[in-house]
């Protein structure tokens, strides 16, 4: 059981306070049988060039990584950014009819679909609900090329389904080497070995696979970042990137720091916020979209020289890039003609 901690929601008029110990929360899921869109078209950072497409079958997340940028999304819905986000989990049941139907009438224009971009795409939940497995399916059946992030090895249930795709990659979001060193960030989160794992059984069955180290938080874990490239290398990675912290509102901020305080000791947190301040030219939070992924400092580029290094020495190629425009093949399932 977790306590309740929210930072206050800026979409409220009104916020409540505890008096005294907040109370535990449980996971609460919810079924969200209004969808009516799922494929959600997104500008993509650099290192994957344009725009991407992405298939979200969940709201929320229970791996609660501390800097996630999607905890926002969370306030859209009138709950709060901190464990709100973790414990009240909303589903949509209708995802994959909705993404047949959209896929008929967009399948001759859809480049590439990510799974995913709000949460998790096989957090526990997909274990019984399987929406994301049903939507691999209806990907198989259009052959549209298809993207995976994710953090959990659950993935691998579905290299059936991945294998029947004529362009597909699997990346794993790996920022810490190590579970002591992941455990203030990412508490919830499958070990970093069992990920390696899971990474080498994907890799075996000829799937394309890469890892990304992401976030780098400042001052904490770019010693990390040798070693992650070697074991994923070692786990048949061939692709690799890096992108730095962002913390993309107030409320991730407010969330983020209070959790540093909580699991990590003092100077140790001052480290972290006075480095990533260097960064972000005096706060916590960068200026701009463009520099979001990117710090302002020579220990930046340091950093981004030690990625550079290892990852030529390692033959990774690099990130995840545009696929190439090609025209597509006729699809399993007929698309709509268009009137004019």
């Known amino acids: ?171 794993f979001s790996l920022p810490f080497l190590t579970k002591e060193k992941s455990n203030p960030f990412e508490p919830y989160t499958p070990v970093p070995e069992a990920r390696f794992r899971a990474m080498r059984e994907i890799a075996d069955a000829g799937i394309e696979v890469g890892i990304g180290i992401a976030p780098i938080i400042p001052g904490y874990n770019e010693s990390d970042i040798p070693g992650l490239l070697e074991r994923a290398k070692e786990s048949g990675a061939t692709r690799a990137f890096m992108s730095m912290l962002h913390l993309d509102t107030d409320s991730i901020e407010a969330y983020f720091v209070q959790k540093m305080h909580e699991r990590l000791p003092p100077t140790r947190v001052t480290k972290i916020i006075n480095t990533i301040k260097r960064e972000r030219g005096g706060t916590l939070r960068h200026a701009t979209y463009k520099d979001r992924m990117t710090g302002k400092t020579e220990q930046w580029e340091v950093t981004k020289k030690l990625f550079d290094f290892h990852a030529k020495r390692l033959g990774f190629s690099r990130g995840h890039e545009k696929p190439v425009e090609t025209e597509p093949e006729v699809a399993a399932m007929p698309v709509q003609q268009r009137l004019f």
């Open 1 to 171: 059981m977790r306590q309740i901690t929210n930072p206050p929601n800026p979409y409220n008029q009104y916020s409540a306070e505890y008096v005294g110990e907040p109370p535990p929360t449980k996971l609460e899921i919810f079924e969200e049988l209004a969808t009516k869109k799922i494929i959600t078209k997104a500008f993509a950072s650099d290192w994957e060039g344009g725009w991407r497409y992405t298939v979200n079958c969940y709201r929320g997340c229970v791996h609660g990584c501390t800097y996630c940028f999607a905890r926002q999304y969370h306030e859209y819905l009138g709950y709060g950014a901190g464990t709100d986000f973790e414990t009240k989990i909303v589903v949509k049941p209708n995802a994959p009819q909705i993404l047949r139907q959209e896929l008929k009438k967009t399948r001759d224009k859809m480049p590439h679909l990510d799974f995913s971009f709000a949460t998790d795409p096989y957090l526990p939940l997909e274990a019984s609900y399987e929406l994301t497995r049903k939507c691999l399916e209806v990907c198989v059946d259009f052959q549209v090329p298809v993207g995976v992030i994710t953090k959990a090895p659950l993935v691998t249930r579905d290299i059936d389904l991945l294998k029947k795709l004529k362009k597909v990659s699997v990346f």
